[in-house]
């Protein structure tokens, strides 16, 4: 700013108007009744121009501000000579300067034309306002132009403007969000308004005037009478309307919408409708989700030959599922207990009150078999389990499950049992059996030792009646004494564990020792028929799991069968072979082979048959029994026929897991 302009115009605007008057008024004339009232006449109007509510400006070609008014000043927070010599770009936004600068081109380009435009402007504390300003360039007296600015203050117009614009905004999105459309109708015209969302909704190009043609053509065909006839009785009788119909898309895809509408009346009492419209095919769809899976349910629950049981707080029956097999679901156990019902709870009181327990506590509960009733009265046994059901807010209100009829299986569990008994009861027939024929073998075993134990004893006292007598050769003899009565002792008890009826026990066994106890009890067998035995076991033979007595019996069932199918060999030495060995890494084998008569083709597949013997006193039981005693230790036995002559018996069974490799 020069300095020889800030002492013209740095004083106020007044002072301002009131040299140039001077100037035009010569001082000779100052004291003319003209120039007094002129003087006066300028006073007013520059009080005028103070203070009316319009903020004035005058600008230079340069931008620079020649004058403001107070008010003008006083609304932007400074004084006028604050403003007065300073650009009038400092109270605009650096980013509408440019702007500014324009209209001010604009206006000294168009002299004595008004331009208007709204624009920001920024006050001294920084704030803002609205502005309206009207603008005009005009010559001054010296031929300079200058641009003169009128200012109104609409910053409150502006806010109402933006919070309408906002809040149309929010409506709109909110409207997308909650696929919610407003419409205005008025019957009387058919003038139809729509929101944007109503337009999305009706997949309507925006701006284009809605048309009740067009959306009845939209409206799918089956739904148009109903939307007719509901929205004509509607306008009729000024009364709102809630209705839901389809749309047809142009895609051809359907959408369901809901129109709600309230009727009000317009000054002239004409009927007009204001309402909204949503998108309903999201929830249609879940609505219909919801069925097809109850559907569904319903489906697998009414098919399945389980029953579906619900019981309340009290644990009482509530409701059974409905079920197209009229025999299996009991009937008329609505209002009853599972205990009421059940013949077994005063047989088995542990077992309910276990089950009691866990529904006061309120868990689920697993397989809970328990004997009821069939529609029929039949006894069945029922299997369920259930898990509890809480209300919202956590409250107990029963239990919810599944029923099955395990009849058929605890029938066939308890058939099996049964034949297991028998099974193992025959087996001990038959070892009996056995071991009578056995007798001269057992006879032998124990005569054995005890001639030995006579033998000794006439020895000791042989030694004894010596004089000096020979103590210690008669100890030795009484020693073997010793070793002789344990050893017929161990036979004994061999013998009657073998004859005895005991419960099968399961243990870690050395398969060679079960097969060297089992030879020594046929030892004597063999010698009478004249059958030499050859061994070979192999050694190291991780231990098999199983019960001793039972492999015992199908040893000595295995080799006494060999024994029998070689007593017509005269032309070769009747040879028995037992061997061990391992097979894979977790099972071993023991095979008994004889060079007997072997077996036919036809005898082949029937030899484990029960009551298959070709022998004229057999009985025919022994090899079935030994398979299901061998099967019952998970492992096999097979008969092969041997390449030259004979038979061999196989049996391989699983090594004890913890010893398998
Ligand atoms: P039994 O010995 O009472 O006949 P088994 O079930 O033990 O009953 O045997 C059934 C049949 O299998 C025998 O009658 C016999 O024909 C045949 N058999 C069994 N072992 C042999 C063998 N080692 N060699 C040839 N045939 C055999």
């Known amino acids: 700013m020069k300095p020889g302009r800030a002492a013209t115009f740095g004083k106020s605007a007044a002072q301002f108007l009131v040299g140039c008057l001077r100037q035009i008024v010569p001082a000779k004339q100052g ?62 936004l650096a980013e509408d300067r440019a702007a500014v600068r324009a209209c ?10 008004s331009h ?43 806010e109402a403007e933006n919070a309408l614009r906002q809040s149309e905004a929010y409506l709109a999105q909110a409207q997308e969000l909650s696929h919610t459309g407003s419409f205005g109708w008025k019957a009387a015209t058919r003038e139809i ?44 009788e000024g009364k709102d309307y809630d209705h839901e119909y389809r749309l047809v898309m142009p895609d051809g895809s359907i959408k369901y919408v809901r129109a709600v509408a309230r009727a009000t009346r317009d000054a002239s009492g004409r009927v007009e409708f204001v309402g909204s419209v949503t998108d309903i095919t999201a929830t249609k769809e879940a609505e219909r989700r919801l069925r097809d899976s109850e559907q569904r349910f319903r489906d697998y629950a009414e098919t399945a030959s389980d029953w579906f049981w619900e019981t309340g707080p009290d644990h009482r029956v509530t409701q059974i599922s409905e079920h197209s097999d009229t025999n299996t679901a009991p009937a008329g156990l609505i209002g009853l207990t599972r205990w009421d019902i059940a013949p077994d709870a005063a047989l088995e009181p542990e077992k309910w009150r276990q089950h009691r327990a866990a529904l006061d506590a309120h868990v689920p509960f697993r397989d809970l078999v328990y004997r009821s009733k069939d529609r029929n009265g039949q006894p069945i046994y029922v299997r369920t389990s259930g898990k509890p059901f809480f209300d919202a807010d956590g409250a107990f209100l029963g239990y919810r499950g599944v029923c099955t009829d395990v009849t058929a299986a605890i029938r066939a569990n308890q058939a099996e049992d049964a034949l297991r008994k028998a099974q193992a009861e025959l087996a001990h027939v038959t070892r009996v059996t056995t071991l009578g024929e056995l007798t001269a073998s057992i006879a032998h075993e124990i005569n054995q030792p005890l001639a030995a134990v006579i033998a000794n004893a006439d020895a000791c006292l042989a030694w004894l009646q010596r004089s000096p007598p020979d103590l210690k050769a008669a100890r030795r003899s009484v020693e073997w004494i010793i070793e002789d009565g344990r050893r017929a002792g161990d036979v004994i008890r061999h013998v009657r564990a073998l004859a005895k009826r005991s419960d099968i026990e399961m243990v870690p066994l050395d398969a060679n020792a079960v097969v060297r106890e089992a030879v020594a009890l046929v030892q004597r067998e063999m ?18 799991f199983g019960d001793r007595i039972q492999l015992q019996q199908v040893l000595i069932n295995l080799i006494m069968n060999g024994i029998e199918a070689m007593a017509d060999v005269h032309d070769r ?7 061990s060995q391992a097979s894979g890494d977790s099972a071993m084998q023991v095979s008994v082979s004889d060079c007997g008569t072997g077996i036919s083709e036809q005898a082949i597949d029937r030899l484990f048959t029960p009551f298959f013997t070709t022998k004229s006193s ?18 096999r036995l097979s008969a092969i026929p041997n390449q030259e002559r004979g038979a061999t ?6 090594l004890h897991r913890e010893e398998a490799s």
């Open 116 to 158: 208007t435009w709204e624009i920001r402007k920024v006050r001294k504390d920084g704030s803002m306002l609205w502005v309206r300003e009207n603008a005009k360039a005009m010559l001054r007296a010296n031929g300079g132009p200058i641009v003169l600015v009128a200012c109104e203050n609409i910053t409150e117009r502006k």
């Open 104 to 113: 001010v081109a604009l206006c000294l380009k168009t002299l004595d034309q």
């Open 573 to 579: 030495p009747r040879e028995l072979a037992i061997r």
């Open 31 to 92: 004291t003319d009744a003209n120039a007094a009232d002129l003087l006066e006449a300028v006073k007013q109007w520059q009080q005028v121009f103070e203070h009316t509510p319009v903020m004035y400006f005058m600008v230079d070609p340069a931008g620079t501000v020649i004058n403001v008014n107070t008010f003008g000043a006083e609304q932007l927070g400074y004084t006028p000579a604050e403003l007065i010599g300073r650009s009038v770009l400092d109270v605009f």
């Open 618 to 635: 057999g009985m025919g039981m022994g090899l079935s029994i030994c398979r299901s005693i061998i099967e019952a230790h998970g492992g």
């Open 527 to 544: 010698a009478s028929h004249a059958v030499s035995v050859r061994m070979e076991l192999s050694s190291a033979l991780p231990r098999i």
């Open 649 to 654: 018996f196989q049996i391989t069974l699983p």
């Open 193 to 236: 308004t729509w929101s944007k969302e109503t337009y999305r909704i009706f997949e309507c190009e925006e701006g284009t005037k809605p048309a009740i043609p067009f959306m009845l053509q939209r409206i799918h065909p089956e739904d148009r009478l109903a939307v007719q006839q509901t929205t004509g009785r509607a306008a009729r």
